[in-house]
């Protein structure tokens, strides 16, 4: 970033926005946990073979700008609400009906990749076989016990 532009991020929290610019967001907070997904759900959603997810505080998550939502039930029988820009189609977050408070940001959508280091990867039984999955990183089969 140039010297002369300004940021609204914070040394806690983060910011990101969608490709052409219609949506930015702001998060108060630090992530709670960054998880790698690799559900078909997510993949479809992604195109690619898994998606990166920031779990924030839905409470100091602000949002500017207009998003459109599309509503799927999840495997766990949740219903997951998608929310992307409506002019170019960015996926920015999602909320889940059984994490009630909760945001999930899209990786792809911050401006600094760097604090999206996953800290679990989760529905790794539907990777594919050429994806990677770091063995240092708690790995779970499907979505972990007591997870929504």
């Known amino acids: ?3 002369d532009e300004s940021t609204t991020e914070n ?9 052409c610019g ?12 960054v998880g790698q997904c690799h559900c078909e759900d997510c993949r479809k959603t992604s195109g690619t073979d898994h998606v990166t997810h920031l779990m ?3 409470n100091g ?16 029988g949740s219903i997951v609400s998608r929310g992307f820009c409506p002019e170019c189609a960015s996926p920015i977050f999602s909320r889940n009906s059984n994490m009630p408070g909760k945001i999930l940001v ?3 959508s911050l401006d600094d990749l760097e604090i999206a280091k996953p800290q679990m ?10 994806r990677y999955l770091d063995p240092d990183i708690p790995t779970f089969a499907e979505m972990p ?3 929504p």
């Open 121 to 130: 990867i989760v529905y790794a039984s539907r990777a594919p076989s050429w």
């Open 1 to 3: 970033m140039a010297d």
């Open 61 to 76: 998550f602000t949002v500017t700008g207009t998003l459109k939502f599309f509503d799927f039930p999840a495997d766990s």
């Open 106 to 108: 899209r990786a792809s």
């Open 22 to 33: 219609a949506v930015r967001y702001q998060s108060a907070a630090p992530p709670l946990i």
């Open 56 to 58: 924030v505080p839905e």
């Open 11 to 19: 040394a806690d929290g983060f910011a990101g926005g969608c490709l």
């Open 145 to 147: 016990p007591g997870a």
